[in-house]
């Protein structure tokens, strides 16, 4: 069975009203005509299960959703529902903005060829991008998602400086290529019989919540550094030296964390001395998704510079590109390898194209500013929900980067993790999808598209509050006062602490991790 879908022209696109109906806004979604095959829901899980590789999971496995289309923060399924997005970091400027596609496709009907031959829009897309960040990172080689940007990264560092030793954190995640499961331990630790690549060493996350040195310590910052220079005393002992330090500016998967300021300053000068590079991937958290800043990187002062950056998934907000910046030193010591590096669509005029009027949306609409209006609106409504609620056990991120962390209790940290997934699929019930992630999934994630309001954190916030509220009743949880009124006070001393190098909020000590837990009922 064939169907074309409604036309209707949207303008102005910024975004869709919270007001307005599912049926009415699918409607209003259309601008062309198109064509497309109508599978019933079940046919379309047959099939997924038929020719789809079983380890390509899918999200609410046990009715999963069927989108069909999106606009700005909204999704729509196959009925005309209307779900509000608050986990979707690659839509960045918002779904489907009509400048990107337009761009894309007034582009392709006139040129997608490779690099090798000249074109405008590979240049000029590398000029305004460096224009956004630091002088230093100026050299820019495009491909075509995360992941392929870090491994690239990581054969820079190696080129670059003879070594092969890679520093990365706890619960990070990279990438899905087999250089970068191999530093990736939110992954290689999901296998029972993982051998750990011996040139790949882990050093604590430097989470001032769950971590080893938590906000009670003098100097996090610090003590964590020195973790990572003990592993480049114990690599110099075996007689070799660091290729590089790879982090997420803010880690996502490993559950929001914030480092803490001055922490990048002092790795980078360790993992230098030591003969590395310090690579920063940005992929997750850049392009003005922090709000106060473009890149996330930003955040730890203007004394800090990385050597490479990575960046993905918003960059071409659905399209499949990604990008490399280093320094002019790192470059020409790859070059001098003797291998050419070319990449079959990496940087291609279209992708180039797309990227671009990324570049524009974000300016025109001031969508780096509306991160840091809509993210602190949102970051201060719960809050105050944390006043109310036992369960929630920190509030950490910036920007529209925020993560909820839900404790079973405040003193001991005990994830709650059943309570997590359970608040996710009651939110998916009410047309809002949002995610849990962090080593133990108790962690809510909040990285919607940039156009997110604040009516949309009003509804969240209050679907939210009523959900925390019937479980806690649940499970007999009550606040302690007591417990929390210190707690906020060591979030006052560090946000104090924090705030001119563009530190966050963090609100509570913990205690040791257990092991990660798939979703189970409350």
Not at 19 to 29: H, K, Y
Not at 106 to 128: I, S
Not at 239 to 256: D, H, P, T, V
Not at 419 to 441: F, M
């Amino acid at each position: 069975m064939w169907r074309t879908l409604p036309c209707a022209r949207v303008t102005p696109y910024r975004c869709i009203s919270a007001g307005t109906d599912g049926p009415r806004a699918f409607s209003l979604l259309h601008e062309i005509t198109m064509s497309v095959e109508e599978l019933e829901k079940k046919k379309t899980i047959d099939l997924r299960k038929k020719y789809i590789g079983p380890s390509c999971k899918i999200f609410f496995s046990h009715d999963p959703i069927k989108i069909v289309q999106a606009k700005g923060q909204y999704m729509y399924d196959e009925k005309g529902q209307r779900y509000l997005d608050c986990v979707n970091n690659v839509a960045h400027v918002g779904h489907c903005h009509p400048e990107v596609v337009k761009a894309g496709a007034e582009q392709m009907g006139f040129l997608n060829t490779n690099t090798r031959f000249l074109h405008d829009n590979l240049v000029l897309y590398a000029q305004r991008l460096q224009a956004t960040l630091p002088d230093k990172l100026s050299v820019c080689y495009f491909v075509n998602s995360g992941s392929e940007a870090n491994d690239l990264a990581l054969r820079l560092a190696w080129h670059y400086t003879g070594n092969k030793d890679i520093i990365t954190l706890e619960n990070a995640y990279h990438g899905h290529v087999s250089s970068l499961i191999d530093i990736s331990p939110y992954k290689f630790h999901q296998l029972s019989d993982a051998e750990q690549n011996q040139f790949v060493h882990v050093a604590p996350s430097p989470d001032v919540y769950r971590g080893k040195y938590r906000t009670d310590h003098p100097d996090a910052a610090t003590a964590y550094a020195d973790d990572v220079k003990d592993i480049t005393d114990n690599v110099h002992k075996k007689g070799r030296k660091i290729a590089a330090f790879i982090a997420e500016s803010l880690q996502s998967c490993g559950g929001q964390v914030i480092p803490p300021a001055g922490y990048f300053q002092q790795v980078a000068e360790h993992v230098h001395k030591a003969g590395g590079v310090f690579i920063a991937d940005e992929v997750q958290v850049g392009f003005g998704r922090v709000g106060s800043h473009f890149w996330a990187f930003q955040l730890q002062g203007d004394d800090f510079v990385p050597d490479i950056v990575t960046m993905g998934k918003p960059i071409g907000n659905g399209h499949p590109m990604s990008c490399v910046v280093t320094t002019r030193e790192v470059a020409e010591a790859f070059m001098s390898s003797g291998m050419e590096y070319f990449n079959t669509f990496g940087g291609n005029p279209v992708s180039c194209a797309i990227g671009l009027a990324v570049l524009d949306v974000i300016e025109k609409e001031d969508l780096q500013g509306n991160a840091l209006h809509v993210g602190q609106y949102l970051t201060n409504l719960l809050e105050k929900q944390k006043e109310k609620h036992p369960l929630i056990g920190d509030i950490r991120g910036r920007g529209l980067f925020v993560g909820v962390e839900l404790v079973k209790d405040r003193e001991k940290l005990t994830p709650a993790t059943a309570v997590a997934q359970e608040v996710i699929y009651k939110l998916k019930e009410q047309h809002i999808l949002l995610s849990a992630d962090g080593p133990h999934r108790n962690v809510l994630k909040f990285k919607p598209p940039l156009c997110f309001t604040t009516e949309d954190a009003d509804l969240v916030v209050e679907k939210i509050d009523l959900i925390l509220k019937e479980l806690e009743e649940a499970l007999g949880l009550k606040v302690n006062n007591s417990l929390n009124t210190e707690n906020e006070k060591r979030r006052r001393k560090l946000s104090t602490d924090e705030k001119e190098h563009g530190g966050l909020n963090h609100s509570n000590k913990g205690v040791e991790q257990t092991k990660h837990r798939k979703r189970m009922k409350t």
